[in-house]
């Protein structure tokens, strides 16, 4: 089930996020970060997560052995994390990606199935120009 506040805009340290559909087994969201930016370290307990890019360059990064380097996608890339694995986008440039949620085992989408464990962050402040 929806509710317009689903579909609302959400401010993030690092950019906007809004979900454009929610369905019973499937959640499509847009994201547009900054570059600097970076998203929690978080998973969702009962969903898959698809980042497909629509323009700019994030980096996804896991707690597993890519943690230092990630997964770099670019425009058009796309890349899935598993159901419980932890995960954080780090925006390299603005990028414009949108979010795919695939619910597992028989649950349905919830706006609420999701664990941070480390928070993220904000671009740094650009200096004005002198």
Same mark, same amino acid.
């Given at each position: 089930?929806? !509710?317009?506040?689903?579909?609302?805009?959400?401010?993030?340290?690092?950019?906007? =996020?809004? /979900?454009?559909?929610?369905?019973?087994?499937? $959640?499509?969201? +847009?994201? %547009?970060?900054?570059?600097?930016?970076? =998203?929690?370290? /978080? %998973? *969702?307990? /009962?969903?898959?997560?698809?980042?497909?890019?629509? =323009?700019?360059?994030?980096? +996804?990064?896991?707690?597993?052995? $890519?943690?230092?380097?990630? =997964?770099?996608?670019?425009?058009? $890339?796309?890349?899935?994390?598993?159901?419980?694995? #932890? /995960?954080?986008?780090?925006?390299?440039? $603005? !990028?414009?990606? *949108?979010?795919? %949620?695939?619910?597992?085992?028989? %649950? #349905? +989408?919830?706006?609420?199935? +999701?664990?941070?464990?480390? #928070?993220?962050?904000? #671009?740094?402040?650009?200096?004005?120009?002198?």
């Amino acid at each position: 089930m929806t !509710t317009d506040n689903q579909f609302q805009q959400n401010q993030k340290l690092w950019g906007v =996020s809004q /979900h454009l559909f929610v369905g019973a087994n499937t $959640d499509l969201a +847009i994201a %547009y970060g900054k570059a600097g930016g970076a =998203s929690s370290l /978080h %998973y *969702h307990a /009962h969903k898959h997560n698809t980042f497909v890019v629509l =323009s700019g360059e994030v980096v +996804i990064r896991k707690t597993t052995s $890519d943690m230092a380097k990630g =997964s770099r996608l670019l425009a058009l $890339d796309s890349y899935t994390v598993s159901a419980g694995v #932890p /995960h954080r986008m780090v925006f390299v440039k $603005d !990028t414009v990606l *949108h979010e795919l %949620y695939v619910a597992v085992d028989g %649950y #349905p +989408i919830e706006m609420g199935d +999701i664990v941070r464990l480390e #928070p993220g962050w904000e #671009p740094p402040c650009k200096q004005p120009s002198e």
